[in-house]
């Protein structure tokens, strides 16, 4: 483990020049290097697989050479696992792949809203999705989360990823490596609200009236109010209930969207969660459209 230095860390450690340096490195000890050198902590995972191979998992994560040393030197082909979120600067959206379905359609919707455009780099994985990587926003904490129906989880604080070069076997020994496959060129990367797109990938169900909720004709400014006097755990529901009876009464969804999202800061949701959840109910009054939005797909980068 000679090989691996530990200098000082740059400000932006998840830049192209990594991007482009993982996608050449040839063993996991130059990667870890890699990683090190840009202050990353790291941690072991089973070879071939992702379970962590140290007894607290990415609690253990160091980037701390005389740490990290000893375990790849124990562990020479040990796959890399990296803690997201602020310990790492880094959070990802994991667009899964799986017998049962695919995220990529999700995905797409959700940058057809304009929820997942930041990315700064993307990693293909084994079962052919997609990691899209978003540098972390300093002092906010988004935890981690799965929406299983619609195949992508985010990886957030509490959470962790497998790196390139990293490779992981099915049961039959078949598999693929973490391969790293575009690097953002035509915008500036930038966080992910992974509230707002949890918001949009799962948006509340309807749901009957609360026992102190305004009556169902109730007029805005009152729906407003009840609106910002939500708590936690019945916030996004409530604000989606409010929309939903807007949406009853004719309001546009300007008009809406103008007013309930303020009462939905008050409440404590961001206020792109707050727009997101207000659209959810009227997508849900309004036929789908197909979208205007050309672009390439991120399904198509890297094939």
Known sequence: MSTVQMPAAPAYRWGPELHEALAIASTRLDAVSLLLSRGIPVFPCVPGGKIPLTA?????????????????????????????????????????????????????????EGLVDGWSWLVRTPSGGVHAYYPSEPGREQRSWQVPGKHIDFRGDGGYIVVPPSAVADADGCGGVYRSIAVAAHH???????????????????????????????????????????????????????????????????????????AGCEAGLSERE??????????????????????????????
């Open 56 to 112: 607290h998992g990415f609690h253990d994560a160091s980037s701390d050479i005389s740490q990290v040393g000893p375990w790849w030197t124990r562990w020479p082909e040990a796959n890399i696992g990296v803690p997201t979120g602020e310990r790492s600067g880094v959070d990802v959206v994991d667009v899964d792949v799986h017998p049962t379905g695919s995220g990529f359609a999700a995905f797409e919707r959700a940058r057809s």
């Open 274 to 303: 707050s727009i997101t959840t207000i659209r959810s109910a009227y997508r849900a009054a309004t036929p789908a459209r197909p979208s205007a939005d050309r672009s390439v797909s991120v399904e198509a980068v890297g094939r």
């Open 188 to 262: 500036e990367p930038a966080p992910v609200d992974a509230r707002a797109l949890r918001a949009f990938l799962d948006p509340p169900k309807p749901m009957a009236r609360p026992i102190d909720a305004p009556s169902v004709d109730a007029g805005p400014e009152r729906l407003a109010a009840w609106v910002a006097s939500r708590t936690e755990g019945g916030r996004n529901a409530g604000l989606f209930w409010a929309a939903c009876r807007m949406v009853e009464q004719g309001r546009d969804f300007p008009t809406t969207a103008a007013l309930l999202s303020r």
